[in-house]
Protein backbone atom coordinates (compact mmCIF):
# COMPACT_ATOMS: atom_id res chain seq x y z
CA UNK A 1 0.00 0.00 0.00
CA UNK A 2 1.26 2.99 -1.02
CA UNK A 3 1.68 6.51 0.71
CA UNK A 4 -0.98 8.90 -0.29
CA UNK A 5 -2.50 11.62 1.45
CA UNK A 6 -6.44 11.17 1.88
CA UNK A 7 -7.09 15.19 1.48
CA UNK A 8 -5.18 18.06 1.39
CA UNK A 9 -7.17 19.68 4.14
CA UNK A 10 -4.73 22.70 5.40
CA UNK A 11 -3.90 22.28 9.49
CA UNK A 12 -7.11 23.50 11.37
CA UNK A 13 -6.34 25.55 15.05
CA UNK A 14 -9.54 24.08 15.62
CA UNK A 15 -8.29 20.27 15.79
CA UNK A 16 -6.03 20.93 18.34
CA UNK A 17 -9.22 21.03 20.51
CA UNK A 18 -10.53 17.92 19.89
CA UNK A 19 -7.24 15.98 20.87
CA UNK A 20 -7.80 14.14 24.44
CA UNK A 21 -6.18 16.91 26.94
CA UNK A 22 -3.71 14.64 28.99
CA UNK A 23 -4.53 13.95 32.78
CA UNK A 24 -2.49 15.92 34.87
CA UNK A 25 1.04 13.42 34.11
CA UNK A 26 3.61 15.46 35.88
CA UNK A 27 2.60 14.23 39.64
CA UNK A 28 5.58 15.83 41.14
CA UNK A 29 9.12 17.05 41.02
CA UNK A 30 10.90 17.51 44.25
CA UNK A 31 15.21 18.27 44.35
CA UNK A 32 15.96 15.69 41.25
CA UNK A 33 13.30 13.60 40.79
CA UNK A 34 10.59 14.19 38.62
CA UNK A 35 7.45 11.84 38.38
CA UNK A 36 4.95 11.27 36.19
CA UNK A 37 1.95 8.49 35.82
CA UNK A 38 1.09 6.80 32.53
CA UNK A 39 -1.83 4.77 31.84
CA UNK A 40 -1.85 2.63 28.71
CA UNK A 41 -5.05 2.28 27.89
CA UNK A 42 -7.56 3.13 24.46
CA UNK A 43 -8.05 6.42 23.14
CA UNK A 44 -9.38 7.89 19.85
CA UNK A 45 -8.58 10.95 18.15
CA UNK A 46 -8.51 12.84 15.42
CA UNK A 47 -6.15 12.37 12.32
CA UNK A 48 -7.32 14.76 9.78
CA UNK A 49 -7.23 12.01 7.25
CA UNK A 50 -10.79 13.19 5.62
CA UNK A 51 -12.16 9.67 6.56
CA UNK A 52 -15.42 10.19 8.99
CA UNK A 53 -14.86 10.10 12.49
CA UNK A 54 -12.00 9.56 14.89
CA UNK A 55 -9.59 6.66 15.05
CA UNK A 56 -9.51 4.58 17.73
CA UNK A 57 -6.19 4.16 19.40
CA UNK A 58 -4.30 2.29 22.05
CA UNK A 59 -2.21 4.76 24.00
CA UNK A 60 -0.55 6.41 27.32
CA UNK A 61 -3.27 8.92 28.99
CA UNK A 62 -5.67 8.69 26.54
CA UNK A 63 -2.95 10.57 23.33
CA UNK A 64 -1.29 9.99 20.83
CA UNK A 65 2.00 10.74 21.22
CA UNK A 66 1.93 10.57 24.82
CA UNK A 67 2.83 13.02 27.48
CA UNK A 68 5.90 14.45 26.84
CA UNK A 69 8.04 13.45 29.56
CA UNK A 70 10.57 16.09 30.43
CA UNK A 71 13.78 16.53 33.23
CA UNK A 72 17.44 17.79 33.40
CA UNK A 73 20.19 15.89 32.53
CA UNK A 74 21.13 13.77 35.70
CA UNK A 75 18.14 14.07 36.90
CA UNK A 76 16.25 10.98 38.48
CA UNK A 77 12.66 10.13 36.37
CA UNK A 78 9.95 7.84 38.41
CA UNK A 79 7.27 6.66 36.39
CA UNK A 80 4.03 5.06 37.86
CA UNK A 81 3.05 2.86 35.19
CA UNK A 82 -0.82 1.38 34.95
CA UNK A 83 -2.10 -1.11 32.24
CA UNK A 84 -5.37 -0.66 31.78
CA UNK A 85 -4.78 -2.69 28.07
CA UNK A 86 -6.84 -6.25 27.54
CA UNK A 87 -3.20 -7.63 27.34
CA UNK A 88 -0.10 -7.32 28.80
CA UNK A 89 2.40 -4.97 28.17
CA UNK A 90 5.53 -2.96 29.19
CA UNK A 91 7.47 0.33 28.27
CA UNK A 92 11.17 0.62 27.05
CA UNK A 93 12.82 4.06 27.01
CA UNK A 94 14.41 3.95 23.59
CA UNK A 95 17.88 5.28 23.70
CA UNK A 96 18.90 5.94 27.26
CA UNK A 97 21.66 4.31 28.35
CA UNK A 98 19.61 2.42 31.71
CA UNK A 99 19.89 0.64 34.92
CA UNK A 100 19.03 -3.31 32.83
CA UNK A 101 15.52 -3.97 35.43
CA UNK A 102 14.42 -1.08 34.02
CA UNK A 103 14.84 -1.67 30.17
CA UNK A 104 10.82 -2.52 29.95
CA UNK A 105 12.28 -5.37 27.37
CA UNK A 106 9.15 -8.39 27.80
CA UNK A 107 11.25 -11.49 28.50
CA UNK A 108 14.39 -10.41 29.21
CA UNK A 109 14.50 -7.52 31.63
CA UNK A 110 11.35 -7.92 32.95
CA UNK A 111 7.45 -10.11 33.25
CA UNK A 112 4.94 -8.37 31.43
CA UNK A 113 3.05 -5.95 33.28
CA UNK A 114 -0.64 -7.54 32.95
CA UNK A 115 -3.92 -5.58 32.33
CA UNK A 116 -4.82 -3.99 35.78
CA UNK A 117 -1.30 -4.22 36.55
CA UNK A 118 1.07 -1.68 38.04
CA UNK A 119 4.98 -1.07 37.39
CA UNK A 120 6.85 1.40 38.70
CA UNK A 121 9.42 2.60 36.43
CA UNK A 122 12.66 4.80 37.82
CA UNK A 123 16.12 5.43 36.51
CA UNK A 124 18.44 8.15 36.09
CA UNK A 125 18.68 10.00 32.53
CA UNK A 126 22.22 10.20 32.10
CA UNK A 127 22.43 12.21 28.87
CA UNK A 128 20.96 14.84 27.51
CA UNK A 129 18.66 14.84 24.22
CA UNK A 130 15.69 13.53 22.38
CA UNK A 131 14.77 10.45 23.11
CA UNK A 132 11.30 8.41 23.24
CA UNK A 133 9.55 5.77 25.02
CA UNK A 134 7.09 3.21 23.59
CA UNK A 135 5.83 -0.41 24.33
CA UNK A 136 7.62 -3.31 24.13
CA UNK A 137 5.59 -6.48 23.77
CA UNK A 138 4.13 -7.34 20.71
CA UNK A 139 5.40 -4.59 19.77
CA UNK A 140 4.07 -4.12 16.10
CA UNK A 141 0.69 -3.62 16.97
CA UNK A 142 1.50 -1.96 20.28
CA UNK A 143 3.11 1.05 18.93
CA UNK A 144 1.19 0.64 15.84
CA UNK A 145 -1.76 1.77 17.74
CA UNK A 146 -0.25 4.52 19.15
CA UNK A 147 1.99 3.28 22.53
CA UNK A 148 4.68 5.56 22.20
CA UNK A 149 5.52 9.72 23.44
CA UNK A 150 8.45 11.61 23.70
CA UNK A 151 11.08 11.91 26.63
CA UNK A 152 13.17 15.00 25.97
CA UNK A 153 16.37 15.38 28.56
CA UNK A 154 17.53 19.16 29.00
CA UNK A 155 21.22 19.95 29.11
CA UNK A 156 21.78 22.35 31.66
CA UNK A 157 23.22 24.94 29.41
CA UNK A 158 21.11 24.87 26.14
CA UNK A 159 21.52 26.15 23.39
CA UNK A 160 20.26 29.87 22.69
CA UNK A 161 17.34 29.26 20.22
CA UNK A 162 14.20 30.90 19.87
CA UNK A 163 12.06 27.65 19.64
CA UNK A 164 12.01 24.76 20.42
CA UNK A 165 9.83 22.58 18.43
CA UNK A 166 9.24 18.73 18.58
CA UNK A 167 7.87 17.00 15.69
CA UNK A 168 6.65 13.43 16.07
CA UNK A 169 6.02 11.74 12.51
CA UNK A 170 4.08 8.63 12.48
CA UNK A 171 2.54 6.85 9.73
CA UNK A 172 -0.92 4.79 10.12
CA UNK A 173 -2.69 2.34 7.84
CA UNK A 174 -6.47 3.18 8.01
CA UNK A 175 -9.28 1.35 6.38
CA UNK A 176 -12.33 3.02 4.97
CA UNK A 177 -14.09 4.25 8.34
CA UNK A 178 -10.86 5.71 9.51
CA UNK A 179 -10.38 3.49 11.92
CA UNK A 180 -6.92 1.70 12.08
CA UNK A 181 -6.83 -1.32 9.46
CA UNK A 182 -6.51 -4.60 12.04
CA UNK A 183 -3.86 -7.10 10.09
CA UNK A 184 -0.91 -6.97 11.89
CA UNK A 185 1.87 -8.84 11.25
CA UNK A 186 0.40 -10.64 7.87
CA UNK A 187 2.86 -12.31 6.21
CA UNK A 188 3.62 -9.91 3.33
CA UNK A 189 4.69 -6.88 5.77
CA UNK A 190 6.79 -9.20 7.61
CA UNK A 191 8.86 -10.79 4.26
CA UNK A 192 8.68 -7.09 2.82
CA UNK A 193 8.79 -3.69 4.22
CA UNK A 194 6.79 -4.12 6.68
CA UNK A 195 3.52 -2.18 7.54
CA UNK A 196 3.94 0.86 5.79
CA UNK A 197 0.64 3.38 6.68
CA UNK A 198 -1.50 5.10 4.36
CA UNK A 199 -2.16 8.18 6.27
CA UNK A 200 1.53 10.26 7.79
CA UNK A 201 0.90 12.59 10.75
CA UNK A 202 2.91 14.79 12.89
CA UNK A 203 2.10 15.19 16.51
CA UNK A 204 -0.96 12.92 15.99
CA UNK A 205 -2.83 15.21 13.70
CA UNK A 206 -2.26 15.63 10.05
CA UNK A 207 -0.15 18.28 9.53
CA UNK A 208 1.88 20.97 11.48
CA UNK A 209 2.19 24.83 11.67
CA UNK A 210 5.15 26.74 12.99
CA UNK A 211 5.04 30.32 13.34
CA UNK A 212 8.69 31.61 12.78
CA UNK A 213 10.02 35.25 12.33
CA UNK A 214 12.99 36.34 10.03
CA UNK A 215 16.03 36.02 11.96
CA UNK A 216 14.79 33.28 14.48
CA UNK A 217 17.32 30.17 15.17
CA UNK A 218 15.10 27.40 15.42
CA UNK A 219 15.63 23.84 17.32
CA UNK A 220 13.94 21.23 16.08
CA UNK A 221 13.81 17.38 16.97
CA UNK A 222 12.74 15.16 14.57
CA UNK A 223 11.28 11.86 15.77
CA UNK A 224 10.27 8.63 13.31
CA UNK A 225 8.04 6.82 15.58
CA UNK A 226 6.72 4.84 12.42
CA UNK A 227 6.63 0.99 12.80
CA UNK A 228 8.53 0.49 9.38
CA UNK A 229 8.55 3.51 7.27
CA UNK A 230 11.76 5.58 6.85
CA UNK A 231 11.50 8.66 5.93
CA UNK A 232 13.30 10.85 3.88
CA UNK A 233 12.69 15.05 4.81
CA UNK A 234 13.15 17.83 3.10
CA UNK A 235 13.60 21.39 4.85
CA UNK A 236 13.71 24.84 3.62
CA UNK A 237 16.23 26.34 1.71
CA UNK A 238 17.52 27.61 5.25
CA UNK A 239 21.01 27.38 6.80
CA UNK A 240 20.15 24.26 9.10
CA UNK A 241 22.58 21.79 10.80
CA UNK A 242 22.47 18.88 12.46
CA UNK A 243 23.23 19.36 15.92
CA UNK A 244 22.56 15.47 17.42
CA UNK A 245 21.46 11.95 16.05
CA UNK A 246 19.86 9.53 18.48
CA UNK A 247 19.96 12.23 21.23
CA UNK A 248 24.07 12.45 21.25
CA UNK A 249 25.49 15.46 19.91
CA UNK A 250 27.55 15.12 16.84
CA UNK A 251 31.15 16.13 17.22
CA UNK A 252 30.82 19.26 15.56
CA UNK A 253 27.40 20.51 13.78
CA UNK A 254 26.75 19.10 10.70
CA UNK A 255 25.73 21.22 7.95
CA UNK A 256 22.64 19.76 6.11
CA UNK A 257 21.51 20.35 2.61
CA UNK A 258 18.29 20.24 2.20
CA UNK A 259 17.19 16.66 2.94
CA UNK A 260 17.67 14.54 6.16
CA UNK A 261 16.26 10.87 6.75
CA UNK A 262 15.17 9.01 9.62
CA UNK A 263 14.92 5.22 10.07
CA UNK A 264 12.19 3.71 12.51
CA UNK A 265 13.50 4.45 16.19
CA UNK A 266 15.69 7.78 15.14
CA UNK A 267 15.82 11.20 16.18
CA UNK A 268 17.74 14.31 14.64
CA UNK A 269 18.33 17.39 16.70
CA UNK A 270 18.44 20.74 13.78
CA UNK A 271 19.46 24.49 14.43
CA UNK A 272 17.59 25.89 11.32
CA UNK A 273 18.09 29.39 10.80
CA UNK A 274 15.37 31.33 9.28
CA UNK A 275 16.75 33.28 6.90
CA UNK A 276 14.64 34.89 4.51
CA UNK A 277 11.22 35.31 4.67
CA UNK A 278 10.64 35.97 0.68
CA UNK A 279 9.44 32.73 0.74
CA UNK A 280 5.97 32.94 0.65
CA UNK A 281 5.82 29.16 1.64
CA UNK A 282 8.03 27.12 3.58
CA UNK A 283 7.86 23.46 4.86
CA UNK A 284 8.72 20.03 5.65
CA UNK A 285 8.13 17.99 2.87
CA UNK A 286 7.83 13.75 2.91
CA UNK A 287 9.36 12.27 -0.07
CA UNK A 288 7.56 8.98 -1.23
CA UNK A 289 8.31 8.00 -5.05
CA UNK A 290 7.57 10.94 -7.12
CA UNK A 291 5.34 12.34 -4.46
CA UNK A 292 6.49 15.85 -1.99
CA UNK A 293 4.07 15.68 1.10
CA UNK A 294 4.16 18.89 3.28
CA UNK A 295 3.87 17.89 6.84
CA UNK A 296 4.55 20.86 8.37
CA UNK A 297 4.06 24.57 7.24
CA UNK A 298 6.24 27.48 8.84
CA UNK A 299 3.64 30.68 8.90
CA UNK A 300 5.79 33.82 8.71
CA UNK A 301 4.93 36.22 12.14
CA UNK A 302 5.76 39.78 11.75
CA UNK A 303 8.90 40.70 13.66
CA UNK A 304 12.44 40.08 13.89
CA UNK A 305 14.04 37.00 15.83
CA UNK A 306 15.32 37.82 18.66
CA UNK A 307 18.74 36.41 17.98
CA UNK A 308 19.99 37.54 14.18
CA UNK A 309 22.98 34.93 13.97
CA UNK A 310 25.63 34.90 11.74
CA UNK A 311 27.72 32.28 12.60
CA UNK A 312 27.10 28.85 12.72
CA UNK A 313 25.80 27.12 16.37
CA UNK A 314 28.37 25.97 18.50
CA UNK A 315 28.18 22.03 19.18
CA UNK A 316 26.00 21.00 21.74
CA UNK A 317 28.25 19.73 24.83
CA UNK A 318 28.75 16.20 24.12
CA UNK A 319 27.55 13.88 26.51
CA UNK A 320 29.83 11.25 28.60
CA UNK A 321 29.85 8.47 26.60
CA UNK A 322 33.30 6.66 26.31
CA UNK A 323 35.24 6.53 22.86
CA UNK A 324 35.64 2.88 21.42
CA UNK A 325 39.01 1.62 21.46
CA UNK A 326 40.39 1.94 17.64
CA UNK A 327 41.10 -1.60 18.12
CA UNK A 328 38.24 -3.81 19.76
CA UNK A 329 38.39 -6.48 22.15
CA UNK A 330 36.20 -8.76 20.20
CA UNK A 331 34.93 -8.60 16.77
CA UNK A 332 31.08 -10.37 16.30
CA UNK A 333 30.15 -10.83 12.44
CA UNK A 334 26.29 -10.31 12.10
CA UNK A 335 25.03 -11.75 9.16
CA UNK A 336 21.25 -10.74 8.14
CA UNK A 337 19.28 -13.46 5.94
CA UNK A 338 15.64 -13.47 4.73
CA UNK A 339 13.07 -11.63 3.76
CA UNK A 340 11.29 -11.84 0.15
CA UNK A 341 14.25 -11.99 -2.75
CA UNK A 342 16.49 -13.26 -0.15
CA UNK A 343 18.25 -16.85 0.53
CA UNK A 344 17.59 -17.61 3.64
CA UNK A 345 16.66 -22.02 3.41
CA UNK A 346 16.94 -22.86 6.99
CA UNK A 347 17.29 -21.48 10.26
CA UNK A 348 17.50 -22.53 13.94
CA UNK A 349 13.93 -21.38 15.52
CA UNK A 350 13.42 -22.33 19.57
CA UNK A 351 16.32 -24.91 19.15
CA UNK A 352 15.26 -26.73 16.26
CA UNK A 353 16.37 -26.38 12.69
CA UNK A 354 13.83 -25.59 10.60
CA UNK A 355 13.05 -24.99 6.34
CA UNK A 356 11.82 -21.73 5.46
CA UNK A 357 8.18 -23.03 4.51
CA UNK A 358 8.18 -23.70 8.27
CA UNK A 359 9.39 -20.93 9.40
CA UNK A 360 7.12 -18.66 7.32
CA UNK A 361 3.91 -20.63 8.62
CA UNK A 362 4.89 -19.80 12.05
CA UNK A 363 5.10 -16.58 10.61
CA UNK A 364 8.65 -15.78 10.74
CA UNK A 365 10.97 -14.31 7.47
CA UNK A 366 14.31 -13.48 9.07
CA UNK A 367 17.44 -14.68 10.87
CA UNK A 368 20.57 -13.45 12.53
CA UNK A 369 23.25 -15.51 11.97
CA UNK A 370 20.81 -18.31 11.46
CA UNK A 371 19.15 -17.75 14.29
CA UNK A 372 15.19 -16.85 14.59
CA UNK A 373 13.85 -14.43 17.37
CA UNK A 374 15.99 -14.18 20.12
CA UNK A 375 18.40 -17.57 21.48
CA UNK A 376 18.26 -18.51 24.93
CA UNK A 377 21.95 -17.94 25.46
CA UNK A 378 23.29 -14.32 24.38
CA UNK A 379 25.23 -13.82 20.85
CA UNK A 380 27.75 -12.45 23.05
CA UNK A 381 29.00 -12.06 26.44
CA UNK A 382 31.10 -8.87 26.86
CA UNK A 383 33.36 -8.20 30.14
CA UNK A 384 32.59 -4.86 31.43
CA UNK A 385 34.65 -1.81 29.76
CA UNK A 386 35.47 -3.71 26.57
CA UNK A 387 35.13 -2.37 23.31
CA UNK A 388 32.78 -4.70 20.92
CA UNK A 389 32.33 -4.50 17.73
CA UNK A 390 29.58 -5.58 15.49
CA UNK A 391 29.90 -6.18 11.68
CA UNK A 392 26.47 -6.14 10.44
CA UNK A 393 26.28 -7.92 6.84
CA UNK A 394 22.93 -7.88 5.65
CA UNK A 395 22.28 -10.63 2.78
CA UNK A 396 19.03 -9.39 2.43
CA UNK A 397 16.98 -7.04 -0.36
CA UNK A 398 15.50 -4.33 2.26
CA UNK A 399 17.29 -2.19 4.58
CA UNK A 400 16.69 -2.62 8.38
CA UNK A 401 17.18 -0.28 11.45
CA UNK A 402 19.16 -2.07 13.67
CA UNK A 403 18.73 -0.75 17.65
CA UNK A 404 20.90 -1.78 20.36
CA UNK A 405 19.50 -1.27 23.75
CA UNK A 406 21.02 0.31 26.81
CA UNK A 407 24.42 1.76 24.56
CA UNK A 408 25.01 4.08 21.85
CA UNK A 409 26.72 2.93 19.24
CA UNK A 410 29.91 4.76 16.85
CA UNK A 411 29.53 4.14 13.25
CA UNK A 412 31.37 5.69 10.43
CA UNK A 413 30.01 9.22 8.91
CA UNK A 414 30.20 7.31 5.63
CA UNK A 415 27.68 4.79 7.83
CA UNK A 416 25.58 7.21 9.09
CA UNK A 417 24.61 9.26 6.04
CA UNK A 418 27.36 11.99 6.55
CA UNK A 419 30.08 11.21 4.31
CA UNK A 420 31.38 14.67 3.99
CA UNK A 421 30.94 15.92 7.38
CA UNK A 422 34.79 15.43 8.43
CA UNK A 423 34.00 14.28 12.40
CA UNK A 424 35.51 10.50 13.47
CA UNK A 425 32.61 8.77 14.08
CA UNK A 426 28.77 9.09 15.30
CA UNK A 427 26.90 7.75 17.68
CA UNK A 428 23.91 6.09 16.93
CA UNK A 429 21.06 3.96 18.98
CA UNK A 430 19.56 2.60 15.56
CA UNK A 431 21.42 2.26 12.81
CA UNK A 432 19.98 1.84 9.07
CA UNK A 433 22.06 -0.75 7.25
CA UNK A 434 21.11 -0.77 3.72
CA UNK A 435 20.45 -3.55 1.36
CA UNK A 436 23.01 -5.81 0.46
CA UNK A 437 25.80 -3.20 2.44
CA UNK A 438 27.78 -3.84 5.60
CA UNK A 439 28.07 -1.79 8.40
CA UNK A 440 30.63 -1.42 11.42
CA UNK A 441 29.50 -0.61 14.71
CA UNK A 442 31.78 -0.52 18.21
CA UNK A 443 30.86 0.39 21.32
CA UNK A 444 31.82 0.23 24.85
CA UNK A 445 30.17 -1.99 26.18
CA UNK A 446 29.66 -0.27 29.44
CA UNK A 447 26.68 -0.91 31.02
CA UNK A 448 25.91 -4.72 32.65
CA UNK A 449 23.20 -6.29 32.03
CA UNK A 450 20.86 -7.99 28.84
CA UNK A 451 20.36 -6.19 26.18
CA UNK A 452 18.20 -6.60 22.83
CA UNK A 453 19.64 -5.85 19.73
CA UNK A 454 16.67 -6.02 16.84
CA UNK A 455 15.40 -4.55 13.73
CA UNK A 456 13.26 -1.42 14.92
CA UNK A 457 11.25 -2.28 11.82
CA UNK A 458 8.98 -3.77 13.73
CA UNK A 459 7.26 -6.58 11.28
CA UNK A 460 10.88 -7.76 11.09
CA UNK A 461 11.30 -7.62 14.48
CA UNK A 462 8.24 -9.82 15.13
CA UNK A 463 9.55 -12.19 11.88
CA UNK A 464 12.74 -13.27 13.82
CA UNK A 465 15.01 -10.25 13.60
CA UNK A 466 16.00 -10.21 17.24
CA UNK A 467 18.68 -11.31 19.45
CA UNK A 468 20.69 -10.19 22.55
CA UNK A 469 23.78 -9.87 24.33
CA UNK A 470 24.92 -9.54 27.54
CA UNK A 471 27.43 -7.25 29.65
CA UNK A 472 29.39 -8.58 32.65
CU1 LIG B 1 14.49 -5.04 9.38
Not at 139 to 167: A, C, K, M, N, W
Request: charged share 20%; proline share 6%.
Amino acid sequence: MSIHKLSRREFMSTVVAGLFCPAKVLTAKSNDRVSYSLIAGTGSQLLDSGLPGKTETWCYNGQVPGPLIRLKQSETLSVDFHNELAEGSAIHWHGIRIDNAMDGTVGLTQDSVLPGENFHYQFAVPDAGTFWYHAHQRSSEQVDRGLYGILIIDEPFPPDTDEDVLLVFDDWRLGQRGLIEPSFNNLHDIAHAGRIGNWLTVNGRGSETIRVREGDRLRLRLVNTANSLVMPLTLPAWDAWVVALDGMPVQKPLRLESEISLAPGQRADLIVDVSAVFVTEASINFLHRDLSIPLVHFAFAKGKGRLMHQEPPYALPPNSVSPASSVPDDSYLMVMKGGAMGDMTQAEFQGSLHDIRTLVSMGKAWSLNDVVDKPDTPILTAPRGSTQEIVFENHTAWPHAMHLHGHHVEVSPEMAGFPTSGVDSILRDTILVPARESVQARFVADNPGKWLLHCHMLEHQSGGMTTWLEVI
